[in-house]
């Protein structure tokens, strides 16, 4: 597609629940990265993934969260049991290499907003 | 570990007033710095690099490792530049991940 796509765009859920954010990166694009926004604290990183794999998840806020990325392709953000304090933005990314400074610029789609009430 | 911070949370200025928002950082090996912009109600996107030594409407940051400095400057603000921005930083050993500051969020008042 021509640009990074994640759904949905809006997601009110009961405390408790588990909801599933999804990222379509860009056509081609190895790289591919979710971070959170929450009000007042910027932008946090949780997970990157190369290819399929995860070799950092050192941003995960906890077990309740996890992430897989299949086909090299779609990834999705699960995050079960939801709590008050997840509501934020969910921001997807994706960038063409994983190589460091190898110069590839990191392209944002427009983050899922998640409210936990 | 590596660490950005924008020390101003909200900087409110003047059309046609200088503007220098400012970035630090701390990190043990050679960085690569830039700035993100985020307009009303658009999605992050890359505002500029250091290596690529660019000025993008009207912008520049010079990277200053001996102050481990990288503050975005632009000498006459435009109401248009009113937005959130984010300095960031690369990290060694994952790829082209990014750590950011905090954000400050510019106002251009007319």
């Known amino acids: 597609g021509a640009g990074v796509s994640q759904s949905p765009s809006n997601k009110v859920t009961e405390k408790g629940k588990d909801v599933e954010l999804r990222c379509d990166p860009i056509?081609?694009?190895?790289?591919l990265y979710w971070y959170r926004q929450s009000l007042g604290q910027g932008l946090e990183f949780l997970i990157y993934?190369?290819?399929?794999?995860?070799?950092?998840k050192s941003g995960l806020p906890s077990d309740r969260f996890s992430a897989e990325r299949t086909g090299g392709s779609v990834s999705t953000l699960t995050i079960q049991r939801t709590q008050q304090e997840d509501s934020a933005v969910y921001l997807c990314?994706?960038?063409?290499?994983?190589?460091?400074?190898?110069?590839?610029?990191?392209?944002f789609g427009e983050g899922s907003w998640l409210t936990v009430v | 570990a590596q660490r950005v911070t924008q020390p101003e949370k909200l900087l409110s200025v003047f059309k046609g007033a200088p503007v220098e928002l400012k970035c630090n950082y701390s990190?043990?090996?050679?960085?690569?710095l830039f700035w993100y912009v985020q307009y009303s109600r658009q999605r992050l996107q890359l505002l500029l690099r250091?290596?690529s030594r660019e000025s993008i409407k009207g912008f520049t940051a010079d990277l200053n490792k001996g102050e481990t400095s990288f503050h975005l400057k632009k000498p006459f603000a435009q109401e248009e530049d009113s937005a959130m921005y984010y300095c960031?930083?690369?990290?060694?050993?994952?790829?082209?991940?990014?750590?950011f500051g905090g954000g400050t969020r510019l106002m251009v008042k007319p």
């Open positions: 990190y043990s090996g050679s960085p690569e």
């Open positions: 990314a994706s960038s063409s290499t994983g190589g460091y400074h190898s110069g590839n610029t990191i392209y």
């Open positions: 960031a930083l690369t990290r060694i050993g994952a790829g082209n991940m990014l750590t």
């Open positions: 993934f190369q290819g399929n794999s995860a070799p950092d």
């Open positions: 250091h290596i």
């Open positions: 056509s081609g694009h190895t790289a």
